[in-house]
């Protein structure tokens, strides 16, 4: 497991999240609290979610309903708890076996330990004398860990490592394949049916081998900085035959490693959401989703001129309350589609997640307008004065934090206990607002009329802001064609919710992969 461990069950993942941040001798108790709860999980057996919380910190929960989880992966998820926990403490390495050390005492290789360790064996992050941190396994452990699990041991240890012999006839049957135009992986899958040994086993023994990848060398791989190259090409008007030519890849290579980064992007944001009773319904996205309030909304706001937010366009407190079940719904949908994406997922699933991310934000950015005036009101009696007369570098930094903390507490508002936009955030803001430095210093009058103006001001407050665009984009996309700015408009809430590619072909009425191809600079 690398230094960010994969989990299967995102409950797990949340709870080590939340071990990480106790104090560090509560860290350390819960950390042997898992080691001990390891020794006794079976893979084919289901264990409520509140009994692991149970015998980690020994509390319970009194939750009604409580998620089941798998013996096999909470094992797996069980050992990255305790890799995330420990990497917060400072462990000596005294004692502590290296990934190689632990692979030659059980005669087998680093990468059977990595998956060993998804089975239950327990590695812990651990300091160096000189400061550098590792992965170390006590010896205790590893003897321990082996003996529960002799048989599958014995098989690893047997079927780990090919003898010189081997090795060599996999070459000079690797070496036949010369001329052929294969790549070594081609090779590779044509040996592996030869022999006992699979095809990846194969295919790293010949990257290895200087013969072989001479004979058939092939490109490294596209790293994530080639990804964020390309989509910077491709923004600047790059075609895909500049890229392919550039990296010496095919379109649907570079494609994919754009689809693996934007993949990367949404499973390290932190999507959070209420959860409403109304989700339990069958018909629960189509009523919420269906409101005109929903469908409804105002384009990205790019430039905040002026601190006068118009209170005659309030929302009625139907369409509020919809207005954030839709919000809350789409972030909801969005996370949960994120976690579950595969390694080079189809490019539908990513834009629906990404169409869905922008849709939440506009939602959002209704619910801040509409807070804003009580809020600013709050400001001023802290203040002491009309922000306006603040000096201009004061009032930029008070607006912002201002910004901050409404959009925040809009994300986290909850109609099912009468939270409001107009009051809530303004009690947030009420208790939250860092204006002790202003109030302490002597300020002068800033000019009457001095202008104000904040660009994107509400971009910050979600962290999926590189989705949402900071130009005006349909104004550019017309300099094109108007069938350009009409697809703009559509893709990114200038008419109306933003759409997906799908909805915006089946609208305009061309096909999809002409709108993609249109799209390619705009995303």
């Not at 290789?109 to 000189?130: A, C, D, M, N, Y």
């Not at 010896?139 to 098989?155: G, P």
């Not at 010949?206 to 060398?217: C, H």
Request: some cysteine.
């Amino acid at each position: 497991m690398p230094i960010a461990p994969r989990f299967h069950i995102n409950h797990i993942r949340n709870f080590a999240l939340q071990i990480a941040r106790a104090p560090e001798s509560i860290r350390f108790l819960q950390i042997q609290s898992t080691e001990l709860l390891l020794k006794e999980i079976e893979e084919d057996l289901l264990y409520p979610f509140d009994y692991i919380v149970y015998r980690i910190t020994g509390h319970r929960e009194e939750n009604v309903e409580q998620p089941m989880l798998l013996g096999s992966a909470l094992l797996g998820d069980l050992v990255a708890l305790i890799a995330i926990v420990s990497r917060t403490l400072d462990l000596s390495a005294d004692g502590m076996l290296t990934i190689e050390q632990a692979a030659k005492k059980l005669n087998i290789s680093t990468r059977t330990i990595s998956r060993l360790r998804h089975e239950g064996l327990i590695f812990h992050w651990v300091l160096e004398p000189h400061g550098r941190r590792r992965l170390g396994c006590s010896s205790f452990t590893l003897e321990e860990f082996a003996s529960r699990n002799k048989e599958r041991i014995l098989k690893a240890s047997r079927f780990s490592r090919l003898t010189a012999d081997e090795k060599q006839e996999v070459i000079t049957l690797a070496m036949q394949c010369e001329g052929k135009g294969w790549s070594l992986s081609e090779v590779a899958a044509t040996v592996a049916q030869q022999s006992t040994r699979g095809h990846e086993t194969i295919r790293l023994l010949l990257q290895q081998t200087k013969a072989t990848v001479n004979t058939f060398l092939q490109p490294s791989s596209l790293t994530r900085k080639d990804a964020r190259e390309i989509e910077k090409d491709l923004s600047l008007g790059c075609t895909w035959k500049e890229l392919t030519q550039q990296y010496q890849r095919t379109t649907g290579a570079i494609q994919k490693s754009i689809a693996r980064l934007r993949t990367t992007r949404l499973k390290q944001m932190e999507i959070s959401y209420v959860e409403l009773d109304v989700f339990s319904r069958s018909d629960a996205e189509e009523i919420i989703l269906g409101a005109p309030s929903v469908q409804l909304v105002e384009p990205p706001l790019l430039l905040l001129d002026s601190l006068e937010f118009n209170q005659d366009n309030s929302t009625s407190e139907m369409d509020e309350t919809a207005i954030v079940s839709a919000m809350h719904l789409l972030r909801r949908r969005a996370s949960t589609q994120a976690q579950a994406l595969p390694y080079a997922p189809p490019s539908k699933i990513l834009d629906r997640i990404e169409t869905d991310l922008r849709w939440s934000f506009l939602l959002q950015q209704k619910l801040i307008i509409a807070a804003m005036p009580s809020a600013l009101a709050v400001a001023v009696q802290h203040v002491g004065r009309p922000l306006l007369e603040l000096p201009s570098n004061r009032l930029l930094t008070l607006v912002e934090q201002i910004i901050q903390i409404v959009g925040e507490a809009c994300s986290k508002l909850d109609p099912s206990k009468g939270q409001t936009s107009s009051k809530t955030p303004a009690s947030v803001l009420d208790r939250n607002l860092p204006v002790s430095d202003i109030q302490s210093k002597q300020l002068r009058a800033a000019a009457k009329y001095k202008l104000f103006t904040l660009e994107c001001p509400f971009h910050g407050v979600v962290p999926w802001s590189n989705l949402i665009p900071t130009q005006q984009l349909p104004q550019l996309a017309r300099q094109t064609s108007t069938e350009l700015e009409t697809i703009v408009s559509a893709r990114f809430g200038w008419s109306g919710r933003p759409k997906t590619i799908d909805e915006i072909s089946l609208e305009i009425g061309i096909s999809s992969v002409k709108v993609a191809r249109y799209l390619q600079r705009w995303s």
